[in-house]
C-alpha cells in the first residue's frame, strides 16, 4: 500500500498539462506580425533598467567594467531566448515558462515556474515605484522628499515621509493603470513611446562617442585625490581604480544584477495567439529584440562610462546628470523625456502579466479557486489591480531598491535554468502521436478532413465488432502480452555500457529519453557542485590541491555525461526553430545562470527561500489535492 502510495504521489508530481488545440494560424484574431511582436519585445525590455542600472552596477559593483557586464547579461539571456524560441516552436500557445513547465515536465515544477513569475512580477512593479520616486526626485532638482516634507509634514521623521513619497507614487501609477486599461490604441501609444526612447538611447551613444574621454577607463588614486576624495588609502566602495575597479568578484555581481535588464523579451510568448504564423515569428522575433536590446545597452553603458567618471553616477538619474557633466544642459532635459517615455510604457503593460500568472494556475487548481476571477467581472479586475499596487509598494518600501533588483534577477534566472533542462530533455524524447508533447496543428481544411474520415472508419469499426467481437478480442489480448514484451525487451538488452556511447536505434527511444532525462538531472546537480567551489575562486588560484582536485573530479563527470547526452539520438521531428549545439549551449545556459545566482547576497536567498517555502505549504496543502488537470 504504501509503495502504491508512494508511486500514487509521484505520478502526480509529474502529471502533464494536455494541450487544446490553438486558433487557426490565418483565423481574423491572428493580427500581429513579426515587425509587431519584436517592437513589443523591445518596448518591454528596453528603457528604464539602464537608467536605473547604470547608478546600481557602474557606480557601486563594476565601474567601467559594467560594460563587461552588460555583455555577460546579453550572452546569457540570448542563451535563454534561443531554448524559449525552440519551445515557442513546439508549444505554439500563448502562455509563459509556466505552461511550458506544465506541457513538457510536470505538474511540481510548473508551479514551481508560476511561483517564482509571480514574485519576479511583484519584484518588477516594485521596481517601478522605485523608478518612478526617483525620476521625480531628479525631477524636482533631487529634491523630492524634501519638498514633500516642507508642504505637508514639516514636523514629521523622515521616514514618514518616505512612506508619503511611496504613496503618492502608488496612487499616480494605479490612476494611470486604470485610466489606460481600456485604450483600444493602446498599442500605438506604446510604439510611439518606444521610438521616442530609442531615440534618447540612440542620442546618449552618439553623444558618448563624441564627448567620451578614456581616461575614464584608467583612473587612478589622483584622479580620487582632485575630485575631492582625499582618502585613498583605503578607498573603500570606490574600488582601486583602473577598468576593473572592484576586481573579477565585481564584475560576476554587477552581471548577475544586469539579468534585470534583459527579462523584458518573455512577453512576446503571451502573444503567440495572436501572431501570424507563431511557429516561426516568435521564436524570429525573440531574437531579434534580444539582439536590438543587447546593442542598445552595450553601447549606451560604453557610452556612460566614458562621460562620466564611475564614482560621480548618480543612482536613478545618470544619464540625464551625464549631459550635466559635459555641460550639455539641453540634453539633459530631452534624455529625461525619454526616461520618462520608458517609465510609461511599463505602467501600460505591469498588471496583465501577474493576472494572467495567477488566473492559470488558479484555473488549474494549484491556487486557490476565489482567485480565477481576478481577469473576471468589472470590478475584480480593478480590485485586483489595486490589491496588487498595494503589496508591490509595501515590498519596495521595506526590501530597498536592490533587493528588489535581485529577486526580479535571480526569479529569472531560475526560470531560464529550467528551460533550458527542458529544451535538452525534449530533443531526445520519442515521437508520441497522441501525446501532449506533440505541437503540429492541422489547417481547417485538414481539420475537417479528418473529421469525416474519422468518422467513417469508426462505422466501419462498428460493424466489424458487430460481427467478429470474440475474434477481436483474442487478437487484442494477443497483441497486448506481444506489446508488453517487446516494451520491456529492448529496455533489458539496450540498458548496457556500450549502448550508452554507441546506441543501436537512430531515433529516439523510451530508454534513450530516460538515459538523458536522468544524466541531464544529473548534470544540473553537478554544475551547481562546480559553481559552488568556483565562487570560492580565490581559494582556487591559491593553489589549494584539495579544491583543484575537486574540479577536476567535477569536470571529469560533467564531460562524461554530457557524452552520453551527445551520443544519444535526436528527434527529428521538423519545427521551425532549434537550438543549436545540443548539448554544449543549453548546458552552457544552466551553468552560466547558476553561476550568476551564486553572486547574489545572503539576504536575497533568504527573502527567496521564505517565498518558496510559502509556495510549497500551498501547492502540498492545496494544489496537489485539488488539480483540474486529469
Not at 83 to 94: D, F, K, L, M, N
Request: hydrophobic share 50%; aromatic share 12%; charged share 10%.
Amino acid at each position: 500500500m504504501l509503495c502504491q502510495a508512494l508511486r500514487r504521489f509521484g505520478k502526480k508530481l509529474v502529471h502533464k498539462h494536455p494541450l487544446e488545440l490553438p486558433v487557426a494560424e490565418t483565423a481574423p484574431a491572428r493580427s500581429l506580425s513579426t515587425l509587431d511582436l519584436v517592437v513589443l519585445g523591445v518596448g518591454n525590455t528596453l528603457g528604464v533598467s539602464v537608467y536605473i542600472l547604470a547608478g546600481e552596477v557602474a557606480r557601486d559593483q563594476a565601474g567601467p567594467s559594467f560594460v563587461i557586464c552588460i555583455l555577460v547579461a546579453g550572452l546569457t539571456s540570448v542563451l535563454a531566448g534561443l531554448c524559449y524560441g525552440e519551445i515557442s516552436a513546439r508549444v505554439p500557445h500563448s502562455g509563459s515558462a509556466y505552461l511550458y513547465s506544465y506541457v513538457t515536465v510536470g505538474e511540481l515544477w510548473a508551479f514551481i515556474t508560476g511561483w517564482f513569475l509571480i514574485l519576479t512580477t511583484f519584484a518588477h512593479i516594485g521596481i517601478r515605484i522605485w523608478a518612478w520616486t526617483l525620476f521625480f526626485d531628479n525631477l524636482f532638482g533631487n529634491k523630492f522628499s524634501l519638498t514633500l516634507q516642507e508642504t505637508f509634514l514639516p514636523q514629521a521623521p523622515g521616514v514618514f515621509v518616505e512612506i508619503l513619497g511611496f504613496i503618492i507614487m502608488f496612487l499616480l501609477l494605479l490612476i494611470m493603470e486604470l485610466l489606460t486599461r481600456n485604450i483600444r490604441q493602446l498599442s500605438l501609444v506604446t510604439k510611439m513611446l518606444t521610438l521616442v526612447k530609442v531615440l534618447a538611447l540612440g542620442f546618449v551613444i552618439i553623444s558618448g562617442f563624441l564627448k567620451g574621454d578614456l581616461h575614464n577607463w584608467k583612473l587612478t588614486e589622483d584622479d580620487y585625490i582632485k575630485a575631492g576624495l582625499n582618502d585613498t588609502s583605503s578607498l573603500g566602495l570606490l574600488g582601486s581604480g583602473g577598468f576593473v575597479p572592484f576586481g573579477f568578484q565585481g564584475i560576476l555581481r554587477g552581471s548577475a544584477t544586469c539579468i534585470y535588464a534583459f527579462t523584458g523579451f518573455n512577453i512576446i510568448v503571451t502573444r503567440v495567439e495572436l501572431a501570424q504564423n507563431p511557429k516561426c515569428s516568435i521564436p524570429k522575433s525573440i531574437m531579434i529584440s534580444l539582439f536590438i536590446c543587447f546593442l542598445v545597452y552595450f553601447g549606451v553603458s560604453v557610452a556612460l562610462t566614458l562621460m562620466v567618471p564611475y564614482y560621480q553616477l548618480q543612482p536613478g538619474s545618470a544619464l540625464p546628470e551625464a549631459f550635466l557633466h559635459i555641460g550639455w544642459a539641453p540634453a539633459y532635459h530631452f534624455v529625461n523625456v525619454g526616461f520618462f517615455c520608458s517609465l510609461s510604457t511599463k505602467v501600460f503593460g505591469n498588471m496583465f502579466p501577474i493576472r494572467q500568472q495567477v488566473y492559470m494556475m488558479a484555473k488549474d487548481g494549484l491556487l486557490f479557486p476565489v482567485l480565477t476571477r481576478i481577469q473576471t467581472g468589472t470590478y475584480m479586475p480593478i480590485l485586483a489591480t489595486m490589491i496588487i499596487f498595494i503589496v508591490a509598494t509595501i515590498m519596495a518600501f521595506f526590501l530597498g531598491f536592490t533587493d528588489l533588483l535581485d529577486l526580479r534577477s535571480i526569479g529569472a534566472l531560475l526560470v531560464f535554468t529550467l528551460l533550458a533542462f527542458i529544451v535538452l530533455i525534449l530533443r531526445y524524447q520519442p515521437e508520441r502521436k497522441n501525446g501532449g508533447k506533440e505541437t503540429e496543428v492541422l489547417g481547417e481544411n485538414e481539420g475537417n478532413e479528418m473529421q469525416v474520415q474519422e468518422e467513417n472508419e469508426g462505422n466501419e469499426a462498428q460493424v466489424q465488432e458487430e460481427n467478429k467481437g470474440n475474434e477481436a478480442q483474442v487478437q487484442e489480448e494477443s497483441e497486448g502480452n506481444e506489446a508488453e514484451v517487446q516494451e520491456n525487451r529492448p529496455a533489458a538488452e539496450s540498458l548496457t555500457l556500450q549502448a550508452l556511447f554507441f546506441p543501436g536505434n537512430p531515433t529516439p527511444t523510451a530508454l534513450s529519453g530516460w538515459v538523458v532525462s536522468v544524466c541531464s538531472s544529473l548534470l544540473v546537480l553537478l554544475l551547481t557542485l562546480l559553481c559552488l567551489v568556483l565562487a570560492r575562486w580565490p581559494v582556487l588560484l591559491s593553489g589549494d590541491p584539495v579544491w583543484i582536485t575537486v574540479v577536476v573530479l567535477l569536470l571529469v563527470l560533467i564531460t562524461g555525461m554530457t557524452g552520453v547526452i551527445w551520443r544519444q539520438p535526436q528527434s527529428s521531428s521538423p519545427i521551425h526553430f532549434k537550438v543549436p549545439g545540443l548539448p554544449l549551449l543549453p548546458l552552457l545556459s544552466i551553468f552560466l545562470n547558476i553561476y550568476l545566482m551564486m553572486q547574489m547576497t545572503a539576504g536575497t536567498w533568504a527573502l527567496f527561500g521564505s517565498w518558496v517555502l510559502v509556495g510549497f505549504a500551498i501547492y502540498f496543502g492545496y494544489g496537489i489535492r485539488h488539480s483540474q488537470i486529469p
